[in-house]
């Protein structure tokens, strides 16, 4: 589906909404230290992993080659219970020297916004070295495992699909693609321990419905399963991060904007939107039937137009082919003289 999809009547007004809300959110001024809680978070993080705003799922381009992307350093092992499972990677950093060990089967690691722990299903390449430039590396295991595929390179995993490709993809199959590699978001809160580990959220997919709003893709939650959104996920027109709107009140009114730093997964601005607004899932559902007819509608427009050309490149050929009996049959009357005789004689 193109991303200048026309958004019927029945969604002006929430794409109204959502332009202003995200005009509000570029507007703010920085703040950091803001708290989502645990759900927003991971729906924060997976929609941005959808949106294909990190890295381990899709790799920018520029012109055809692949751009390194900006990826923070991992957390340090010791403060993560997890990341400790992780010791028999080569984790060092980005010395060149260094040769980072390929993804296990198996085997827990962390990615940005969480960890993956992929599973037999999963195409894996082995043939990446870190003295590799990442365009290298990339196009190296891409040729290896073909897109959909996962490789390490300095001690980061990072997936073969090209942004462009991913984004496209249906929201099942980033769905069946995320659960083979075993993703799982991870939400902190600073009220926890170092010693107390969160665990990892349980992608819960039955509350997430993929639209287009105001021209974007954008993925809407429903985390507490009442029928009203909760969470929106879209992107950033200027820079390509992550705008979340979200409610952050409980009372059902998208209130809150919040643009999304997609290396760290942390808030970067947070605001609260002047005009606060409802979604609720079955307005996304009309919306999203409502565009699929608009769609029916233009491919029968585009049918019709190619019938009727057709039909007047026949009418054409027919007018040719009656000209050019006629022209034969004025020729061969034309034949009937006989060039060689007198003109007195065929005056006569």
Same mark, same amino acid.
């Given at each position: 589906?193109?991303?200048?999809?026309?958004?019927?009547?029945?969604?002006?007004?929430?794409?109204?909404?959502?332009?202003?809300?995200?005009?509000?959110?570029?507007?703010?001024?920085?703040?950091?230290?803001?708290?989502?809680n645990d759900k927003q978070k991971a729906a924060a993080i997976v929609g941005?992993?959808?949106?294909?705003?990190?890295? *381990?799922?899709?790799?920018?381009?520029?012109?055809?080659?692949?751009?390194?992307?900006?990826?923070?350093?991992?957390?340090?092992?010791?403060?993560?219970?997890?990341?400790?499972?992780?010791?028999?990677?080569?984790?060092?950093?980005?010395?060149?020297?260094?040769?980072?060990?390929?993804?296990?089967?198996?085997?827990?690691?962390?990615?940005?916004?969480?960890?993956?722990?992929? $599973?037999?299903?999963?195409?894996?390449?082995?043939?990446?070295?870190?003295?590799?430039?990442?365009?290298?590396?990339?196009?190296?295991?891409?040729?290896?495992?073909?897109?959909?595929?996962?490789?390490?390179?300095?001690?980061?995993?990072?997936?073969? *699909?090209?942004?462009?490709?991913?984004?496209?993809?249906?929201?099942?199959?980033?769905?069946?693609?995320?659960s083979d590699i075993g993703f799982k978001p991870e939400v902190k809160t600073?009220?926890?321990?170092?010693?107390?580990?969160?665990?990892?959220?349980?992608?819960?997919?039955?509350?997430?419905?993929?639209?287009?709003?105001?021209?974007?893709?954008?993925?809407?939650?429903?985390?507490?399963?009442?029928?009203?959104? %909760?969470?929106?996920?879209?992107?950033?027109?200027?820079? $390509?991060?992550?705008?979340?709107?979200?409610?952050?009140?409980?009372?059902?009114?998208?209130?809150?904007?919040?643009?999304?730093?997609?290396?760290?997964?942390?808030?970067?601005?947070?605001?609260?939107?002047?005009?606060?607004?409802?979604?609720?899932?079955?307005?996304?559902d009309e919306i999203n039937q409502q565009i699929a007819l608009e769609e029916?509608?233009?491919?029968?427009?585009?049918?019709?137009?190619?019938?009727?050309?057709?039909?007047?490149?026949?009418?054409?050929?027919?007018?040719?082919?009656?000209?050019?009996?006629?022209?034969?049959?004025?020729?061969?009357?034309?034949?009937?003289?006989?060039?060689?005789?007198?003109?007195? %004689?065929?005056?006569?």
């Amino acid at each position: 589906m193109a991303t200048d999809v026309n958004i019927p009547q029945e969604g002006t007004d929430l794409n109204e909404s959502v332009r202003k809300a995200k005009e509000e959110t570029n507007e703010a001024p920085v703040k950091k230290g803001f708290q989502l809680n645990d759900k927003q978070k991971a729906a924060a993080i997976v929609g941005t992993v959808l949106l294909g705003g990190t890295a *381990f799922v899709a790799i920018d381009q520029l012109e055809g080659t692949p751009i390194e992307p900006k990826v923070p350093q991992l957390p340090n092992p010791d403060s993560s219970a997890v990341l400790n499972q992780l010791s028999s990677n080569n984790m060092s950093g980005n010395d060149s020297t260094t040769v980072s060990a390929p993804p296990q089967v198996g085997q827990l690691q962390a990615v940005q916004g969480g960890t993956i722990c992929p $599973g037999e299903e999963v195409q894996i390449a082995h043939t990446i070295n870190d003295e590799m430039p990442f365009s290298e590396a990339f196009s190296t295991a891409r040729e290896e495992v073909g897109p959909g595929g996962i490789f390490n390179w300095h001690g980061n995993t990072y997936n073969t *699909f090209i942004k462009d490709e991913w984004t496209k993809l249906p929201l099942e199959t980033k769905q069946e693609f995320l659960s083979d590699i075993g993703f799982k978001p991870e939400v902190k809160t600073e009220t926890e321990s170092k010693e107390q580990e969160q665990e990892p959220e349980e992608l819960d997919y039955d509350n997430v419905k993929v639209t287009y709003i105001d021209g974007k893709l954008t993925y809407v939650f429903d985390t507490d399963h009442d029928g009203m959104a %909760d969470v929106i996920v879209t992107t950033d027109e200027e820079d $390509g991060q992550t705008i979340v709107m979200l409610d952050e009140k409980g009372d059902n009114d998208i209130d809150t904007g919040i643009l999304f730093d997609n290396a760290t997964m942390e808030p970067i601005k947070v605001t609260p939107f002047n005009d606060n607004f409802e979604v609720s899932m079955a307005d996304i559902d009309e919306i999203n039937q409502q565009i699929a007819l608009e769609e029916e509608s233009t491919i029968q427009v585009d049918t019709t137009a190619i019938t009727v050309d057709s039909m007047a490149v026949d009418s054409v050929d027919e007018t040719n082919t009656e000209e050019e009996i006629a022209l034969q049959e004025e020729t061969k009357e034309s034949d009937d003289y006989s060039h060689d005789d007198n003109v007195d %004689d065929m005056v006569q």
